[in-house]
């Protein structure tokens, strides 16, 4: 029999952690699913309600048992409620990282967080014009404080869009005010969420979706896009450079730090801090090699994006990491951190440091994080990891040999550059055939599939049908350690995304970010519709989460999607107990807004699904097939 690990992943260097694991005596998240099989089915269909204390209730999807709530609540209500609470969770988990990314921005523009400054100037120039700042005569310190107050004023703002929607072609504008969906403030669209979702409140499950993509819209063109932006005017926009992936990138003699998480407001602090002389000079002191930086899901993204720093791993990587007995400190901020850690780290000498003010977790060492000292504090960060190299036993180490090189920092900007300043290229290999479109690939992983086996299978098989791919998050981590990320991946694609990628010198996989960096995707997406006069939904494009796991990813496909773009789903969201919710979902958005999402688990069948959309798109057109 093989042993399960080859069931749980595609990749050798999980299956070798999951084996040591095993060996080892430690549960991992794959061991703790099992323990909850059968999971409950009335949580599957998504017909629980505990949105009142007359409940919980449930509904029968057999219809032998209850069909109401106590309420009266039927598995519509009940369904499209539950959905749109899990869109407000996402879109509060971007939106509330972009807030804390301009306020860092806004204190570092009055002089109360030295530790960082301006690194793309031109960018901070370009946002102040789109907010109608003038910067003649001014200081960049006065253009960066005004720019903070128009961003922070999205969050809270009671009429009119938000201001980055601007940047939809004029015909999806139209579409969204016509429908009433345009986004407002993104926290009231958050509040009304939790408002109607309340019981006796907004009780159409169609209704209730709408809103549900109004509140995505103001993640996707919102929050995201404000922490993608503000982001890149504090640590750059990225540049295409290259990095190395997968737990073979942590080092037998280094002292390892593991970045995890979402905000580069500290791991970029954390990256530099490991280059401080005395620091490395303490390293060499307590037997070390050195400090070996390493990210693991967005976090690690957005310093792999701008420095080259190496990933060691996805989501479901993040507790292997530590089984490598390699880890002196594995350091979180916030989102996607798995409460297990704390009694994993437990079992080695690894410390568990938690940083963010709104995130703690059992068994951490806590070292707040705060900007005004944000150099100082991710120095202590380091230094605890120094010291705590020598409680390192050698006899529990061992860390897997595989280690990929990747090509990544693929920003709309940057993408735009190797074109040559210009859509144009694309779009005449798209016109020309040679590129038959794009595929967004996106999302977690999830343990009730194989790992990487979604994400991998699926962007091979759109290049190898001409899709050039776009990808972020911890899809975009399973295709570089897949090989999927450097120029020479181009061989395994169709003979003409081959020719563009090695014209360009290009992967046929650009890795765009993190979860927030998917509004890269959107503004290259809305540059190509603009370029071409047409709509978003016009284009030869379609989306896909082959193992999506988080509530952000509900709230990004909801955004995708009302954005204009087909999407395909590898693991079934809780709504199929409503037979309205899911047909509004997977046929009705289509003649909303002009797409819907399908759910594919098998990503063979998933990549069809795309490919189909993508021709039907070319035909509609007039492109040749
Ligand atoms: Fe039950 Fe209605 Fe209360 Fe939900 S809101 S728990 S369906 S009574
Ligand atoms: S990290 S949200 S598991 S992509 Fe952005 Fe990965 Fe999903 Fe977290």
Redesign the pocket.
Known sequence: MKPKAYERSIDPATRAMLLKAEKEGIETAWDRYEKQLPQCSFGQLGVC?????????RIDPFGEGAD??????TAD??VA?NLLRMIAAGAAAHSDHARDAVLTFKKMSGGEAGSYGIKDEAKLFSLAAEYGISAEDRSKEEITAELASALLAEFGKQEGPIQYTRRAPETRLRLWAELGIEPRGIDREIVECMHRT???VDNDATHILLHGLRTSLSDGWGGSMIATEVQDVLFGTPEPRKATVNLGVLSEDKVNVIIHGHEPILSEMIVEAAEDPTLLKLAKEKGAKGINVAGICCTGNETLMRHGTPIAGTFLQQELAVITGAVEAMVVDVQCVMPALGSLTGCYHTKFISTSPKADFPGTNRIEFHEEKAYETAKEIVRTAVENFPNRSPEKVSIPDEKQECMVGFSAEAILKALGGTPTPLIDAIAGGSVKGIGAVVGCNNVKVQHNYGHVNLVKELIKNNVLVVTTGCNAIACAEAGLLVPEAASMAGEGLKGVCEALGIPPVLHMGSCVDISRILVLASAIAKALGVDISDLPAAGAAPEWMSEKAVSIGAYVVSSGVYTVLGTVPPVLGSAAVADLLTRGLDGVVGASFAVEPDPFKAASLMLARIEEKRKALGLKA
């Not at 109401?68 to 609540?73: D, I, L, P, Q, R």
């Open positions: 309600c505990r949105n009142c204390n007359m409940g919980p209730c109401k709530g106590v309420c009266g609540a209500i009940i409620r309340h019981m006796g």
